[in-house]
């Protein structure tokens, strides 16, 4: 109450008394009675100012009691405590505290409120991923920093379930697609559970995804089981299909199968083997024929010897059954075998001997003796062709050409040379003479190119190295001499005396050969 108002209240009060004492004297009131009225009026003034006085301890104490209040709301909500203005009056006091501690108790409020809803959602995080729960104190008001980073925490959580649940619906729709591929029933909880749940209620834990990724496993390591199944089972049908030689008919009727699962690839690639297999217990000898032929076919890629084949006693035997069959089989299993190994081999040989045959000018013997050099280091045995070494046998093979085409040769200038000595005894077809001395040098330049010798008189003998090739050509000096028996100009000495074991040393001795004679002054047939 400003001093102006207080002077006003204290003078209308004087003035009240003394009109009130006015009034006594002017009515004639005895003074006890005077007294007892102003008793009443002074009661009426304690009274007042007691209810002033109690109001004023009231103010005082929810004065104090609010800032109680205040500090320690400030202190759990970690904020500064209030700073009360200077100056004010304490009904002004007592209500900023109020206002203040309403604030704080709406903001002790709101926190607990969303530390209670980000528990909550902690907790379903904690039932779906299995994750720990967040730890914080829930008796204590949680600071707006740790709010914070309880916000985070549940936001990381929610990354990690969206990434679980991706990863739950791509496996499931792995698994759904090969369950149905593979008619496959679950028999455990991880397998029910994907057939009936979805990714909201699915147990996304890191065990519960790693049981889907082995069952998503497990099928996929079934499915390449039946793949692989259904190839054998393929080859197989395709195997019977061509020795029991079924007709295209039939093998287009199993083809417009082989589009579905592989469940069912496998049912009818299985009947149709059951089929076949059954065919081919009835038709015993001519499955057997057609494996014969097949490992004959192999018997020749692998240059087997006749020795070798006769080895294989069963080939032979004509009573057909199914061990009988067996046997080949196991055969032709053990040739194909030995082939794919040495398949690079076997192609070199296959080379070596169309190049032989069409006579190519390059040295594949000395890349193929060493491939089969190795080979022989490596298991300690030698590599047979036709039942020798392979070098022995390429060296036949030289030794043979050598003489076959010396033997047509000898066979050219034999007819020649009779036809010259008719010409010359006969006198017809009269030659003029040109550049050369005589017939005699033109024979002998013929003749050089070979690699055997013709002796002046006598039989003369060639033998080469293989028992089955062993041969004799016999040149009687009569014979050379159209009957006569005097020596003719066809005898002249000379030879070459190695024997060439590649093509390229073939050639050099050669070359050095006809070097040698055009030094003696023979002349070759080619000249003019």
């Known amino acids: 109450m400003s001093e102006v108002q ?17 009034l006594f004297e002017s ?43 205040l500090d320690s709301l400030c202190f759990e909500l970690n904020m500064e405590h209030f700073q009360e203005e200077a100056g004010i009056t304490m009904l002004q006091l007592e209500k900023d505290l109020r206002i203040q501690l309403e604030v704080k108790l709406k903001q002790k409020e709101d926190r607990m409120g969303e530390l209670k809803r980000l528990q909550e959602q902690d907790q379903a995080f904690c ?16 600071s707006l920093e740790e709010l914070d980073q309880f ?85 197989q049908v395709q195997k019977l299909w061509d020795v029991l030689q079924v007709s295209f008919k039939e093998r287009e009727a199993l083809a417009t199968l082989m589009t579905g699962p592989v469940v069912k690839r496998r049912k009818a690639l299985q009947s149709e083997a059951d089929r076949l297999e059954e065919l081919k217990t009835q038709n015993l000898k001519k499955v057997i024929e057609a494996v014969r032929e097949e490992l004959a076919l192999y018997w020749k890629k692998c240059f087997y ?27 032709v299993v053990q040739l194909k075998h030995y082939y794919e190994v040495h398949r690079e081999l076997f192609k070199g040989i296959q080379k070596w001997e169309e190049n032989w045959k069409l006579f190519l000018e390059f040295e594949l013997e000395e890349e193929l003796k ?74 002998t330049g013929k003749v050089l190119k070979s690699s055997w010798n013709i002796g002046s008189l006598g039989h003369k003998t060639l033998n080469t190295s293989q028992p089955e090739h062993n041969r004799t050509i016999d040149l009687d000096e009569t014979v050379l001499n159209n009957g006569y028996s005097q020596p003719s100009p066809l005898q002249r000495n000379f030879q070459i005396h190695s024997v060439a074991s590649t093509y390229s040393e073939f050639v050099q001795e050669f070359s050095e050969a006809s070097k040698s004679d055009d030094n003696s002054g023979t002349f070759n047939s080619t000249q003019s």
């Open 370 to 443: 060493a491939q089969i050099e190795l080979w022989e280091q490596e298991y300690s045995k030698d590599f047979v062709v036709n039942g020798q070494k392979f070098v022995e046998y390429m060296m036949e093979q030289w030794e043979m050409h050598r003489l076959e085409k010396e033997k047509a040769k000898q066979e050219r200038h034999l007819k020649k040379s009779q036809q010259t000595e008719v010409e010359l005894f006969y006198g017809s077809a009269p030659r003029i003479p040109g550049k050369r001395e005589g017939l005699g040098s033109k024979i």
């Open 6 to 22: 207080a002077g006003k209240s204290m003078e209308y009060l004087h003035k009240a008394l003394i009109f009130l004492q006015d």
């Open 27 to 69: 009515m004639g009131i005895p003074e006890d009675q005077r007294l007892e009225k102003m008793e009443v009026v002074k009661n009426l003034l304690d009274m007042m100012i007691a209810k002033e006085e109690n109001q004023k301890m009231k103010l005082l104490e929810s004065i104090a009691l609010h800032r109680e209040q």
């Open 151 to 235: 916000r985070c925490y549940l936001a990381t959580l929610a990354e990690t379930k969206a990434c679980r649940q991706e990863e739950f619906v791509s496996a499931k729709k792995q698994i759904l697609l090969l369950m149905e591929e593979l008619d496959y029933t679950p028999d455990t909880s991880v397998g029910k559970d994907v057939l009936c749940g979805d990714k909201d209620t699915f147990d996304l834990s890191l065990e519960k995804l790693a049981a889907l990724h082995d069952l998503l496993h497990q099928l996929e390591v079934l499915r390449a089981e039946n793949e692989i199944v259904c190839e054998q089972l393929q080859s």
């Open 127 to 142: 039932e779906l991923l299995h994750t720990s729960p967040y730890s914080i104190d829930e008796n204590l008001v949680p």
């Open 305 to 331: 010897s006749q020795e070798q084949r006769e080895a294989f006693a069963p080939y032979y035997d004509e009573d057909y059954s199914e061990t009988l069959l067996q046997l080949h089989d196991a055969e």
